[in-house]
């Protein structure tokens, strides 16, 4: 079926149907349906094919998503597909878990307008999802095969992304990884119920099967040394991430019951996936969690689906000023999520060492900060208490010790590794970083884009290497 463009005045905005919030609270399956055929061209039909495409602009791979909206209308998907392809190594996961109301569809000029935003994610995911099923997405095949070779420490989407691009180019590509699976956060802090794990297996399978070599359960600086892979590869990207997480440091923090949210994400992915831990549920707790961006978001809906009395969510702004996603809040609310807005933890109050309240402060809002939102102050004797049998922190993540990796890395004063600002060359040479590591804790779509542009720059340098060596012979 074909569709003219421009049909925002006729069609309203529609999203993919959502399943009922009763429903999804008991399990971790995706809770957004595909669309139909019919209604993917319908929806893409949408766009106003504006001169300035501030959607593009405000993605950070700049996607060519006027052109390929444009060819889903008409009923061109495979065209379509490999269009949203040219520019993201990963689309169908871009398309479930980006922020699309703070990127492209809150930029959508229909929706300042006032007529609802194009739906650009879910019509990104449908045509993946569909390339995958119609055979449609190639397998990985290098133009020529070149004989210098690559070390890539993270598969993350940073590093899976590099990973991809190098070995297009023909260069020989090992990613080593510390966990059991590579994917990262992809596989192991993001739920199931934002982006089932077969999705990403099937994209490492892909790159696997394209002679991209994976090693596992191997920690740089323990298991190997830097030297090593300095003396085996004749480059190396870092795309480690940022996993050191903030820590409360408030009266009765170390009390039992007390966690950081990416350990409890990872064992919650693990059970998902099969593996046995041994580490307590929500189940049958009161769960508070401290935090307003999306880990935050992550872990209330995650303690909803293993059964918490209730959960809540406790941060120190108010809703506006939250950095997590409004559409995954909203989810959050649907499923029965209570959100405590202007509220700071004072102290974590134990019984026999066990957590059982949180001491909190009623906030107001000031003045806009340096981050242009509102800063906060504690209102006097306004204090009252959450129970609380579990307090989960998600207070964002730091970079870990990089200097114990590679002692001559230069960093910034945040600790993350410093870089050329386009080559993506760190102090060390023939050592690049891209992604959360350079940039600090920030979202996935920027991490392959990092890891493209890192990759297109070590590509380069390898490039005028070999035409060094052959110039000598």
């Known amino acids: 079926m074909t569709n003219k463009m421009l049909k925002f005045i006729d069609i309203d905005g529609k999203m993919p149907s959502k399943r009922d919030a009763t429903d999804r609270r008991d399990d971790f399956s995706e809770i957004y349906g595909d669309y139909l055929k ?45 269009t949203a392809a040219l520019t993201n190594n990963m689309p169908e996961i871009c398309g479930r878990i980006c922020p699309q109301d703070r990127l492209c569809e809150g930029s959508c000029v229909i ?49 899976l992304a590099a990973a991809e691009m190098l070995r297009m ?27 089932e794990k077969s999705i990403v297996e099937r994209r490492v399978k892909r790159l696997a099967d394209g002679g991209i070599e994976f090693v596992l359960n191997t920690e740089i600086g323990k298991d190997i040394s830097f030297e090593t ?79 918490a009395k209730s959960v809540s969510c406790m941060y120190r702004r108010d809703e506006i000023n939250m950095p997590g996603s409004a559409r995954e809040t909203n989810n959050a609310k649907e499923e029965g999520v209570h959100f405590e807005w202007l509220a700071s933890p004072k102290a974590i109050h134990d019984t026999d060492g066990k957590a059982s ?27 009252f208490d959450m129970k609380a049998d ?4 998600a207070l964002g993540f730091m970079p870990e010790d990089m200097e114990a990796i590679c002692p001559d890395l230069k960093l910034t004063r945040w600790n993350t590794i410093k870089t050329h600002p386009t080559k993506f060359e760190t102090s ?32 380069a340098q390898l490039t005028a290497q070999l035409l060094l060596a052959d110039a000598a012979e």
């Not at 956060?185 to 739920?191: A, E, M, S």
């Not at 107001?364 to 906060?376: E, H, I, P, T």
């Not at 579990?390 to 922190?393: E, N, S, Y």
């Not at 804790?441 to 720059?457: F, P, T």
Request: contains cysteine.
């Open 38 to 82: 019919d209604k993917a061209n319908e929806q893409a039909s949408r766009c106003s094919q504006c001169g300035v495409p501030f959607c593009q602009n405000a993605c950070p791979l700049h996607n060519n998503i006027p052109d390929w909206l444009m060819l889903t209308a008409e009923g061109q998907l495979q065209d379509a597909y490999n």
């Open 111 to 159: 929706e300042t307008s006032g007529h609802g935003t194009v739906t650009i994610g879910a019509v990104e995911r449908y045509l993946t999802d569909m390339a995958w099923d119609e055979g449609w997405v190639e397998p990985l095949a290098p133009v020529q095969e070149r004989p210098l070779s690559v070390g890539i420490i993270g598969a993350g989407p940073a590093g």
């Open 169 to 195: 180019q023909g260069w020989q590509v090992t990613v080593y990884d510390r966990h059991d699976r590579a994917g990262g956060l992809l596989i192991y802090g993001i739920p199931n119920f934002k982006l």
């Open 229 to 307: 892979l300095q003396a085996k590869h004749q480059a190396i990207l870092m795309a480690v991430g940022v996993y050191n997480a903030r820590a409360l440091s408030v009266p009765g923090c170390g009390a039992d019951g007390v966690i950081e949210a990416l350990p409890y994400l990872i064992n919650s992915n693990r059970r998902g996936l099969g593996d046995k831990v041994a580490s307590e549920t929500a189940k049958g707790k009161h769960v508070v969690v401290i935090g307003g961006g999306d880990t935050a978001m992550d872990c209330v809906r995650t303690a909803v689906r293993e059964g």
């Open 357 to 383: 309240s949180v001491r909190t402060a009623r906030m107001r809002l000031g003045q806009k900060d340096a981050s242009g939102r509102q800063s906060f102050s504690v209102i006097k004797g306004a204090d």
């Open 390 to 393: 579990m307090v989960i922190q």
């Open 428 to 459: 060390v040479e023939g050592v690049y970083a891209a992604g959360d590591i350079v940039r600090g804790a920030s979202l996935v779509v920027w991490a392959i884009r990092e890891g493209r542009d890192a990759a297109a720059a070590m590509h």
